[in-house]
């Protein structure tokens, strides 16, 4: 960034002057042996730039310009430039300015030089300052005594840079030199560097290497101090104008002191299973496979991002700190379709990596995959009538794993509708009749009654839906509604098979289970569809004020299982808007029969000039023994100078544990800001026995010098045992 900084404010002004034609116009003209010369209010301009000063001097012959006094330079709308002597000269392009001042308003930046040249081999300035603050008294600013960049070899020479926060020089260097080229190139990247307690000093050092357009290869080697070291190595390339990948391989090896230490650090108490943490990612995507030999106006897709791993931590080291996501699985997918207007086509993989099985007797075997699987979808189309729509899906999908119940499933689903419009449009009539039929081929599935393998399972229904709906608005003096209301109405008209079948458990978690032929309990994977004739209405509105914003919005709905005589789950959506900045919400889904919200999602919301806060809380119940319930609350505080106090957390509230909070303070302005952040999470990581968690404590800093860029620097400053 600040190579691209530096060539547009030095040289910016310098391309202007390539053979061109321009005008000259001054209040004062003369002209004598070919020397012409103008005086008062002088102009000189050309379809790119506007120049003006107090006097201009062009020789003909040597097609040479001199501009004195007040200098002023106008090039395309962002670049401004102010000097008191110029001197273009437009046959070799050379050119040379005294007390230079140039901005460029699209990045917010400025030079100022004593001196500054152009020639056909090198840009030249010699006594420069570079900064985005304000010009006087800038917060930050570069000075340096010169600075040459070759034209050819696009290398630029900075000599004696001091970086100044303030008048307070902060960082030194008698040279320094860097190809401006922005062509991708063989070498070295920005380090990465920190320090942690537990891990001791980090020290990252990327290698480049691009010798082909078509491919690049990097390399990460890294070491940890008290922890150890490894390499991660990433080959990106394009095979192909439309098509892209990329291999990474990693792995890194503890000490066995550091070994030592996380027994005591996790909350199991045993050691890391795996010395060496190792790893794979292979990523490609492609939008042109095989549609140039059937059509070519289909449209295509191959996408793959699989990971192979031995352990979490394989993750967790990749990159500066130890943080990382809290789910244990780590999923490989494999994407494909082929599509018209019309038709579509799908094919799928999934591969799931349990990482809180690692170490357990059966590892990931008994982790169910899904892959490969199929889909085929008919877009909706009209049938006779164009109020008459229907689709069509097929679907196909293999269960399986090396220990544990295993199944192929196919499906088909047909949809035939048909909508009216009635009362002048004041109401909508639809009627749906579904057409739904699967297929189930089991491995190793144990029948409970007699002991013998149950090998497959059908099952088949078609139901009808009767739909009416109608939209209304009114304006009031001081506020607009508008209405939705609709009453939809199921009747099942046929059905043959379970699935799943009576003698599979429904045990007093919720959850359905399976055993296979050894007798071992396996959640069920088969997710059946029963239709249930139902009644059900909803509503949902919507209230604005006089200036259109939105300040209310309401949706309702409630279904009645007739045969059941039972009252389907209540939900209700509410979001007030009471002022621009201020907003509340709330959700919730109620359950008759097991008398309990099963999900309950509230929040609000507030911001404004000197503050903002944010609480939400979130319940979910999967049954009566499984609970999600966590709360998140944000905010911050606007303090004087430019300062800003923020905090954040999100707290367990079923486990009574703080997963994550942090506390930091922000330095904001418009040419540069910094923040403190002192953080503590939990994260998992792997023993010998499965998943363990420990609680990490650190301090990150990070700095921003607009639009330069700038630097992060993290310090984890210890970690304690977190219980299980």
């Known amino acids: 960034m600040f190579t691209r900084i530096f060539l547009l404010l030095m040289f910016g002004a310098f391309s202007c002057f390539a053979a061109q034609n321009f005008e000259l116009l001054a209040d004062d003209v003369k002209r004598d042996k070919g020397i012409v010369t103008a005086d008062k209010n002088v102009l000189v301009y050309s379809q790119d730039y506007l120049m003006s000063a107090d006097r201009a001097v062009y020789d003909q012959q040597k097609e040479i310009l001199e501009l004195f006094g007040n200098v002023n330079l106008i090039r395309n709308k962002d670049e401004i430039s102010r000097c008191s002597y110029a001197k273009i000269d437009l046959n070799s392009k050379d050119s040379n300015y005294e007390t230079l001042f140039m901005m460029n308003r699209d990045m917010e930046v400025w030079m100022q030089s004593d001196e500054s040249s152009s020639t056909s081999k090198f840009y030249e300035v010699n006594g420069a300052v570079v900064s985005s603050c304000n010009v006087q008294d800038p917060d930050w600013k570069i000075k340096f005594s010169s600075g040459k960049l070759n034209r050819e070899s696009k290398f630029l020479h900075l000599f004696n840079p001091v970086f100044y926060i303030g008048n307070v020089p902060v960082f030194y260097l008698p040279y320094f030199g860097f190809s401006t080229d922005t062509r991708r190139r063989t070498g070295l990247l920005p380090p990465e560097f920190g320090y942690g307690k537990n891990d001791g000093f980090y020290y990252k050092q990327p290698i480049y290497i691009a010798e082909y357009d078509s491919w690049d290869l990097q390399f990460d080697p890294q070491i940890r101090t008290r922890r150890g070291t490894g390499i991660y190595g990433t080959f990106r390339f394009a095979d192909s104008p439309y098509s892209k990948g990329s291999v990474t391989l990693g ?225 009031y003096e001081s506020f607009y509604h508008s209405l939705n209301l609709g009453m939809d109405y199921v009747v099942k008209a046929y059905n043959k098979g379970d699935l799943p079948d009576e003698y599979e458990t429904a045990e007093s978690d919720g959850n359905v289970y399976i055993y296979d032929m050894l007798g071992r309990k396996y959640q069920s994977f088969i997710n059946p569809q029963h239709t249930r004739d139902e009644v059900s209405v909803r509503a949902t509105q919507y209230f604005f004020n006089e200036d259109g914003r939105k300040f209310l919005r309401h949706t309702i709905s409630q279904g009645y299982y007739t045969k059941e005589n039972k009252r389907s789950n209540l939900k209700n959506i509410i979001g007030w808007y009471p002022l621009p900045n201020l907003s509340f919400y709330n959700r919730l889904e109620y359950s008759y029969d097991n008398k309990y919200f099963e999900k309950v999602q509230s929040g609000a919301s507030y911001t404004n000039d000197k503050f903002g806060a944010s609480l939400w809380h979130t319940m979910q119940r999967k049954n009566a023994q499984e609970k999600q319930n966590y709360l998140h609350l944000n905010g911050y505080v606007e303090l004087p100078h430019n300062y800003r106090l923020f905090s954040g957390t999100q707290y367990d509230l079923e486990r009574d544990y703080n997963k994550q909070w942090q506390l930091g303070v922000s330095h904001r302005r418009k040419c540069w800001n910094y923040t403190f952040i002192y953080e503590e999470e939990l994260e998992p990581t792997t023993t010998t026995s499965g998943t363990a968690a420990k609680k990490s404590r650190g301090v990150y800093f990070f700095i921003n010098f607009y639009p330069m860029g700038g630097v992060h620097y993290d310090f984890s400053v210890g970690q304690t045992t977190q219980g299980s």
């Open 251 to 475: 792995a890194f090896r503890d000490t066995e002191g550091y070994r030592q230490r996380q027994i005591e650090k996790n909350s199991l108490r045993l050691p890391l299973k795996n010395k060496t943490h190792k790893g794979v990612d292979v990523k490609y995507e492609r939008d042109r496979l095989v549609k140039h030999l059937i059509n070519e106006d289909l449209q295509e897709g191959l996408w793959l991002d699989a990971t192979a791993l031995n352990d979490i931590d394989y993750i967790n080291l990749k990159k500066r700190g130890s943080g990382s996501d809290d789910n244990p699985l780590v999923t490989s997918k494999l994407n494909y379709f082929l599509s018209s207007d019309k038709h579509y086509f799908g094919a799928y993989a999934r591969y799931y990596v349990n990482t809180s099985k690692i170490g357990s007797p059966n590892e990931n075997k008994d982790t169910l995959q899904e892959y490969p699987s199929f889909q085929y979808h008919k877009y909706t189309d009209s049938f006779i009538l164009p109020n008459v729509l229907y689709s069509v899906d097929l679907y196909s999908h293999n269960y399986t794993r090396k220990i544990g119940v295993k199944a192929t499933q196919y499906e088909f689903n047909l949809p035939v509708s048909f909508h009216l419009p009635l009362a002048d449009d004041y109401l909508k009539f639809s009627y749906y009749h579904y057409l739904y039929a699967t297929h189930v081929d089991y491995a190793k599935k144990m029948y409970r009654p007699t002991g013998d393998e149950d090998r497959s399972a059908n099952y088949i229904e078609n139901y009808h839906k009767f739909s009416l709906q109608t939209d209304l608005a009114k304006a």
